[in-house]
């Protein structure tokens, strides 16, 4: 009896030897914790610089020329919806003149300013955009025969439409291509004691960079 004893108490503590090593191989192991792709991240404020051209087809006779300026804005990105604010502050040299019966009629935009929010949908690095608000113009237009010249400037507060592509090229730089539709609204103007209003639009299509903070 007691040499059974002793042998099934061998051959159960050999099992277990053997087996031990395999039961420690089987147990569950600690998943390693999972990392997502990582995306670029358009929220934050940014400052930049642009430049461009513009052209206006019904002010005066087609004037157009050079539009360039600078930018600050803030986006807030929820999932690919990129949201955001940019006011910007543009100087042209817009310019047309016609002469009729010996008088010369000059007009010029020399500056304008838009505040428009944006709304962006994001592929990583790069965003599609719409964007519209508020515009403010200057409108300068002159008269001179030669001898006498009469002219008058005001500013105009109006809005401003378009849309545009924007592409992450560095952590905090970035590159865009905007097109803005910019309508005067009422400009009151007098010239020689004769006041006049009416209204023009601008198309501006330029590039701009910017640096986030």
């Known amino acids: ?31 390693a914790p999972y990392i997502g792709p990582s995306y670029y991240d358009w929220t934050g404020f940014y400052i930049g610089a642009n430049g461009g051209y513009g052209w206006a087809p019904d002010f005066a006779s087609d004037a157009k020329g ?7 804005g803030y986006n807030w990105q929820t999932g690919r919806l990129v949201f955001g604010v940019e006011g910007d502050l543009q100087y042209t040299s817009l310019k047309s003149s016609e002469t009729v019966g010996g008088v010369t009629a000059t007009g010029k935009i020399p500056a304008f300013g838009t505040a428009r929010g944006r709304i962006g949908y994001a592929w990583d690095r790069m965003m599609l955009y719409g964007t519209g608000g508020w515009a403010y113009t200057k409108t300068d237009v002159s008269l001179t025969n030669g001898v006498t010249t009469v002219s008058d400037a005001k500013w105009s ?28 609204g009422n400009v009151q103007l007098t010239l020689a004691g004769v006041t006049a209003g009416g209204s023009y639009n601008l198309n501006v299509a330029r590039v701009g960079l910017n640096y986030r903070f």
Do not use: C
């Open 1 to 31: 009896m007691k040499r059974f004893f002793v042998l099934s108490l061998a051959a159960v503590s050999m099992a277990a030897i053997q087996t031990a090593p395999s039961s420690a191989a089987d147990l569950p192991r600690k998943a």
């Open 66 to 72: 050079f539009v360039g300026g600078g930018q600050l």
């Open 157 to 184: 507060s109006g809005y401003a439409v378009g849309g545009g592509v924007e592409w992450a090229v560095w952590d905090r730089w970035s590159v865009k291509a905007e097109y803005l539709y910019v309508h005067s």
